[in-house]
């Protein structure tokens, strides 16, 4: 075979990953407003912030991964959704599990609102629309006050006293997971903004600091576990992870970024991968009885997407298709021993 589908062989891939279970699983769920959970950057339900089930964003970009047809109407509603999140649209209802914030902590609104575009410019760029002048005008404002923080002295110390307590200096404009993934899928951007992107993976490389610390949304202190301070990923000196899909998703955004070079824990991560593979690439670890786990929710949306997990061989699917897909990105040969 040439490796490569005809138009009817790739119509039928896409017949079957429409009725793919773990796609119906999502697409049930959804509301005819687009939205998925009455929220959306929840993940796991907490009853104090009202969130009940997996949100908005994640929940889209999990049928983008799934390979969702783009003309199919759960992404066609979500997409008129994520496009009025990125405009100026005040409608308090926009604010949706943030809305307490929004009328009754003063101050807070905005920020609320620029973390949201963030996630929804992310999620649209993730679906391939990056093109879109929407998309590109709020990756652009982005990568400006990027920019700006990592140029300042709040890069090295990003924070402040409030009483006894440290919180986020209110000038400070840190990467988020959201910001990352936003540049990680705009390769214009990322050639427009070459000097941006490598400050960015120097700043990725170092160690975040220990201190705890909150935002600071009006009267509120928020703990906001998006905020990037250095590098996320937690390898010990083997190679082992606590959170491997967390650690494959990260792989995978500096890859596309082009930065992975940056990482000091990457290459002992990817070393351990490689040792637990056989010689065609194929992952499997020994004792390996069940799905690795996510600690970090910012990965529900890629793993797993084999949802069998009582066969031997498909807990190693998940993992062993992310090692592929890094190694490509990246050009790195798979399989060579």
Not at 153 to 158: K, S, Y
Request: charged fraction near 25%; glycine fraction near 8%; aromatic fraction near 8%.
């Amino acid at each position: 075979m040439s490796g490569v589908l005809d138009v009817a062989q790739l119509e039928a891939l896409r017949a079957e990953l429409d009725g793919y279970p773990g796609a119906r699983q999502v697409v049930r769920k959804q509301k005819d407003d687009g939205a998925w959970g009455g929220n959306l950057l929840g993940i796991a339900p907490n009853k104090a912030a009202g969130i009940k089930d997996v949100g908005t964003i994640h929940q889209y970009r999990r049928l983008i991964e799934l390979g969702l047809n783009h003309e199919s109407r759960p992404l066609k509603l979500a997409n008129r959704l994520l496009f009025r999140l990125l405009s100026r649209d005040d409608d308090p209802k926009l604010l949706f599990e943030y809305q307490k914030y929004g009328a009754a902590e003063p101050g807070a609104e905005p920020w609320i609102r620029g973390v949201v575009r963030e996630a929804a410019a992310a999620a649209l760029a993730h679906a391939g629309l990056g093109e879109d002048p929407r998309v590109r005008g709020a990756a652009h404002r982005v990568a400006n006050e990027l920019s700006q923080f990592l140029r300042s002295e709040l890069a090295t110390d990003p924070f402040a006293r409030s009483g006894r307590s440290w919180i986020l200096h209110p000038r400070a404009y840190p990467p988020t997971v959201f910001s990352v993934t936003l540049m990680a899928y705009l390769p214009a951007v990322q050639r427009e903004r070459a000097g941006l992107v490598e400050r960015l993976g120097t700043y990725l490389e170092n160690a975040p600091p220990k201190k705890l610390f909150t935002v600071v949304c009006g009267k509120r202190a928020l703990k906001p576990n998006f905020l990037l301070l250095g590098d996320p990923l937690h390898v010990n000196a083997s190679g082992h992870t606590d959170d491997l899909p967390f650690a494959l998703h990260w792989l995978e955004l500096l890859a596309r970024l082009g930065v992975l070079h940056h990482s000091s824990s990457a290459p002992k991560l990817w070393s351990r991968l490689r040792k637990d593979s056989d010689s065609d690439g194929v992952w499997h670890p020994k004792n390996l009885r069940a799905m690795p786990k996510r600690v970090a929710p910012w990965a529900y949306h890629a793993f797993p997407l084999e949802i069998d997990s009582k066969r031997a061989e498909a807990r190693s699917v998940d993992v062993t298709f992310r090692m592929a897909l890094v190694a490509r990105i990246a050009g790195w040969e798979l399989t060579a021993m």
